[in-house]
């Protein structure tokens, strides 16, 4: 019936006309030749797997354009008008290209749009409150672009509305509270944005949440206690809540949950053994919170649970026995006072664990330096029983290198998994691991390399590998002499690149800590370092009291997550070099070497000439002696 009634339709003459604008103008015309009608149902755009696609509604007499798809074609230039004139759009995906300029107001216009994809794009300016027109919207994404100023109130008309992607768009403000009628909402991703006050309450009453992330903002706790009535949650990922304590109460009937990240939340209180009924959980991370109290037993009965990140808290008590179930990958409880043996199944194949600053009882551990590090981070014995040393030097994620100035890098190229510590051989630094890249397509990669050579320095291969990790990547340096020190940290973004595409759109920000202290906060080492693979020092002067240094490298929610590919955030370092002395001491060595290689060829070629000035006087004043007078011009 349709094929018959196409036959006897043709497509809107207004909109065939924009149409071949926009092909036009976005350069498209090696995938869309329109020498046949738009509509035409047998034409190679009209299928539903294919890019651009162009589909229509032919069930009257006049054919009217209904999707649009250009997805990730790296399309130039600004939204043109011309794409309003396509007024029965119901499907509209321009995501993933290189868009830039606002989003017209006419985009109010397309009163049947119900699904608009604009997110990893290069869009700026405002969020047109026009779109709270589109009334029967279902799905809205303007995520990963650079928009100014707060969310349009007008938003809250969207009462169709059941997914909203926003993460990474650049705006800021509250988060309004028209919100509150978007009562068919599902899906909210909102991290990554400059929003400031209370984490709203009335998020709590959008019943229908199956995935909520809210992570990386200005936003401050606490966590409502009207979250618990969001039973259907499946995710859950809330972090970086500043001023006021949350607390785990509202987690009561979320029994979908299978991922519940509740990270630098400023969670106070115990952990609720009612957590132990939410079976569905593959993901828990607590980590960088108040908690308080022991580890419930009831985590036993956590049998999905894949990944278990309790670190950095005030926990205490005994290390459950029972604690890694079958499927747990991962245990971090490093950095808290909980004491107890390792279970005894700890060293089951493809399991990780850090138990780092804890009191746990780590005899039965099999990797002797890890005991070693253990005791000396509980202070129980001197870190590294060998002479004390003043410097030490990283190769993060690749093996030794010696630079241009004769510093000799460590090999640090050991895989690490998602709750782990490597220590190298002489005891003198270490690296530890926390957490994992969700959904990433390359897998559990704690390792970025690159065979580009890096510009802005003469050691390249010293930034041709580097550590990366999703969560908290901190070094170690033990057994040093108390004293002054200067840390050299060395960066080149290797896995965001600069290509005219929407691959280059991905921001990568962390935060940087020394001996607890925030020394750069929002990293963005492409950004600073003026482009990709091009490599950037930062320098800084720390004190060592009790003889380590901890370097810790922060993810707090920020950047984008998923440009070029899913899991491409978080913390990346390519070296590292800490040396005692004043900024500065170690090129003041490295040019007196170079000053003696100069000065030593400098008299080799001075000690040259005075032997080559004396054999030209004698030369010149034996051939005097022969001198002939020429009469003639010179015979050719």
């Known amino acids: 019936m349709f094929r018959l009634v196409f036959s006897q339709s043709t497509t809107d003459p207004s909109e065939v006309a924009a149409l071949k604008k926009m092909i036009d103008y976005w350069k498209l015309g090696r995938y869309l030749n329109l020498s046949t009608d738009p509509c035409n149902p047998n034409s190679k755009w009209a299928p539903e797997t294919a890019n651009p696609r162009v589909a229509c509604d032919c069930l009257s007499s006049t054919c009217h354009i209904t999707h649009l798809k250009i997805y990730a074609l790296d399309i130039y230039g600004e939204i043109p008008k011309e794409l309003f004139q396509l007024k029965k759009l119901m499907d509209l995906n321009l995501a993933q290209n290189v868009l830039s300029g606002s989003i017209p107001a006419e985009i109010g216009q397309l009163s049947e749009m119900q699904y608009l994809s604009l997110g990893i794009n290069n869009l700026t300016g405002p969020v047109p409150p026009e779109l709270g027109n589109l009334t029967k919207m279902v799905s809205l994404s303007f995520s990963s672009n650079g928009f100014v100023g707060e969310l349009p109130t007008q938003l809250g008309k969207l009462t169709s509305l059941e997914q909203l992607y926003i993460d990474s768009s650049g705006v800021t403000g509250p988060i309004p509270q028209e919100f509150a009628n978007l009562k068919s909402l599902r899906i909210l991703w909102a991290s990554d944005n400059l929003f400031t006050g209370k984490l709203p309450q009335f998020l709590g009453t959008l019943t229908e949440f199956i995935d909520l992330r809210i992570e990386g903002t200005s936003l401050e706790g606490p966590i409502p206690s009207s979250f618990s009535a969001l039973t259907k949650l499946e995710t859950l990922r809330i972090g970086d809540l500043s001023l006021e304590d949350s607390s785990l109460n509202f987690l009561e009937n979320q029994t979908s949950l299978s991922i519940l990240t509740l990270r630098n939340c400023r969670l106070s209180g115990e952990i609720p053994q009612r957590i132990g009924r939410l079976v569905e959980l593959q993901q828990l991370d607590l980590s960088f ?43 971090d409880v490093s950095f808290n006072n909980i004491t107890g043996n390792v279970p005894p199944n700890y060293a089951k194949t493809g399991f990780s664990m850090n138990v780092l600053g804890t009191s746990i009882n780590a005899n039965t551990l099999l990797d002797r330096k890890s005991l070693d590090l253990l005791l000396c981070l509980q202070q129980e014995s001197k870190c590294a029983n060998q002479a004390p040393t003043s410097s030490f030097s990283v190769k993060s994620g690749g093996t030794e290198v010696v630079s241009a100035s004769g510093t000799k890098y460590a090999a640090d190229s050991e895989q690490l998994g998602a709750a782990s510590l490597y220590t190298n051989s002489k005891l003198n630094w270490a690296v530890s691991n926390t957490g994992n890249f969700l959904f990433s397509p390359k897998g559990p990669q704690y390792i970025a390399s690159t065979n580009s050579q890096i510009t802005k320095t003469l050691d390249s291969e010293l930034y041709k590998t580097a550590r990366i990790s999703p969560n908290s990547l901190r070094y170690f340096g033990f057994g040093l002499v108390n004293g002054e020190y200067v840390v050299e940290l060395h960066f080149a973004e290797i896995a965001m690149g600069d290509s005219r595409t929407w691959k280059a759109l991905g921001r990568r920000i962390f935060d940087v800590y020394i001996q607890g202290d925030k020394v750069v906060k929002d990293l963005n080492i492409k950004k600073e370092a003026g482009g990709s693979k091009s490599a950037l020092v930062k320098t800084f002067k720390v004190n060592v009291t009790n003889s380590v240094m901890d370097i810790h490298f922060f993810w707090a929610g920020k950047g984008t997550c998923c440009i070029p590919f899913q899991g491409t955030y978080g913390p990346l370092v390519s070296a590292i070099n800490v040396y005692q002395g004043g900024i500065g001491s170690a090129s003041k060595r490295n040019k007196k070497n170079v000053g003696k290689v100069v000065g030593i060829a400098l008299g080799c070629v001075a000690g040259m000439a005075i032997i080559l000035s004396l054999f030209y006087l004698w030369w010149t004043k034996r051939a005097l002696q022969h001198t002939l007078v020429e009469t003639d011009s010179p015979k050719k």
Do not use: C, H, V, W
């Open 289 to 331: 919170n108040k908690l308080t109290g022991s580890i419930p037993n009831s985590f036993q009965d956590l049998t999905m649970l894949t990944y278990l990140y309790l670190g950095n808290n005030n926990m205490r008590g005994e290390l459950p026995e029972n604690i890694i179930t079958p499927k747990l990958l991962a245990l």
